[in-house]
């Protein structure tokens, strides 16, 4: 990959990579709203992909305050029938993004930025951050040979924490719980134009936007809640509201977010509410099914290394035990062996 020309950025083509349940609610959004000035297309496979060309994309809420809405998109599994886009959100979770570095890299040209949106530590987590003393360092566990450093490069990257539950329903249609917020943040901390020009762009798309100058902050509070709920509910098949009503695996999730919290403060995050301040906000979820459960009951591979494995990996870096973490580490990545195997 040749490095990016800096220029003032003009976002007309964007491309959605990965249209799952919340990448295709993304593709939806912006091409409902904006489908008269931009160009939107998305990558997506299988029965997603044939119901997207079939009938097209559609969003419902679990509130009927907020409308259905629908669009037509351009669609195809293969990224090189495609020009360079402008812009590429990565719908993929983060244990499918390496496979995906050659299709990503085939649509760049020498100013597109990629927006990843991801739970868990990211590929680029240690790229100019100037708070771990790790600065520029790889990770090879969610990113092997370097293929997404090279060929993707995280000089391009802009970094999306989602808080939006979002399910796909029937292929094609994914199902929001309310309206969510999304925070966008540049590696470096740099409130850059082209943050400026993309987060207004999906703002004008409808979407709750949160420029922020420290994403790592946000990508920490997101993991603190999601390495708790998501492997305990994929391992017990327990919705959030059943998790925290059970007093032993409730206080196995405020372990976990201890945990998790200890880390992030060793590499430099600053936490704005304690892990005790989260813990008891999650007593206000209801019957949410976490996406790691959605992706066991669906016989997909499970996001265990993007979120446990992560932590895990960063507390040895760090110096900071992480021995609940472990347990369910070691716990969820067999499941993940035996449901793929059932499957």
Not at 7 to 25: H, P, V
Not at 62 to 69: M, Y
Request: aromatic share 6%; charged share 20%.
């Amino acid at each position: 990959m040749t490095g990016m020309q800096r220029g003032t950025m003009s976002i007309k083509t964007i491309c959605i990579y990965g249209a799952g349940a919340l990448g295709g609610a993304f593709a939806t959004n912006i091409a409902h709203a904006l489908g008269d000035k931009v160009t939107i297309s998305v990558i997506a496979r299988g029965a997603q992909l044939a119901a997207i060309k079939d009938q097209g994309l559609s969003v419902v809420y679990d509130d009927e305050a907020f409308p259905s809405i629908f669009a037509n998109v351009a669609a195809t599994d293969d990224p090189a029938n495609l020009p360079p886009q402008d812009l590429v959100i990565t719908g993929l979770k983060g244990h499918q993004l390496s496979a995906a570095a050659d299709g990503i890299a085939c649509l760049l040209h020498p100013q597109t930025r990629v927006m990843t949106i991801l739970n868990g530590i990211p590929w680029w987590y240690f790229h100019q951050d100037q708070e771990s003393g790790f600065a520029g360092r790889q990770l090879p566990q969610l990113d092997p040979n370097g293929r997404l450093w090279t060929m993707v490069g995280p000089e391009r990257v802009i970094g999306c924490v989602a808080y939006q539950g979002a399910e796909v329903i029937r292929p094609g249609c994914t199902k929001l719980n309310g309206k969510g917020h999304f925070h966008l943040g540049e590696p470096n901390g740099e409130l850059t134009a082209d943050l400026q020009a993309v987060a207004e762009l999906l703002a004008e798309a409808g979407l709750d936007i949160r420029p922020t100058a420290r994403i790592r902050d946000e990508i920490w509070a997101k993991l603190r809640g999601n390495a708790a709920f998501n492997p305990i509910s994929a391992l017990t098949r327990a919705l959030m509201v059943d998790l925290m009503a059970n007093p032993d695996l409730s206080q196995m999730v405020r372990r976990i977010m201890n945990e998790v919290q200890a880390v992030g403060t060793a590499l430099g995050c600053r936490f704005q509410r304690s892990a005790d301040e989260q813990f008891a906000s999650a007593n206000g979820f209801g019957p949410v099914k976490t996406s790691m459960l959605q992706d066991l009951n669906a016989g997909k591979a499970l996001e265990t290394v993007p979120l446990n494995g992560m932590v895990v990996e960063l507390g040895k870096l760090a110096n900071v035990p992480t021995p609940v973490c472990e347990t369910v580490l070691a716990l969820v990545q067999q499941l993940d062996v035996e449901n793929r195997r059932a499957g």
